[in-house]
């Protein structure tokens, strides 16, 4: 999944944004899978510390799962996740 760019870079004497999740604190443990965390801030920032978590990004309708990796990490959670649907033309036949 490629990251659309959209969102413009904080400033960097501010600091990356991001918000604690509270499942953060709580890894899995060996044989299980990592547990979704729903949310709705998409302007978080990926921090290292995320590598391997599962978010669940809210897009405006619906949350889209999203497996965090190393390349992921500067971006913003919101970049993983599409808001706006694929236009298709439909032809219709001619009666």
């Not at 990251?3 to 060996?30: H, M």
């Not at 965390?37 to 669940?56: E, K, N």
Request: hydrophobic share 35%; net charge positive; glycine share 8%.
């Amino acid at each position: 999944m490629q990251s659309s760019g959209v969102r413009l870079a904080r400033s960097a004497w501010k600091g990356p944004y991001f918000t604690s999740f509270p499942i953060q604190r709580k890894p899995a443990g060996p044989g299980q899978a990592p547990q979704v965390i729903l949310t709705d801030h998409r302007a978080c920032t990926i921090l290292p510390s995320f590598v391997g978590m599962r978010f669940a990004v809210h897009n405006g309708k619906s949350y889209l799962p999203i497996t965090i990796t190393s390349a992921m990490v500067g971006h913003k959670l919101g970049e993983f996740s599409v808001t706006r649907k694929r236009f298709s033309y439909k032809q219709s036949k001619n009666r």
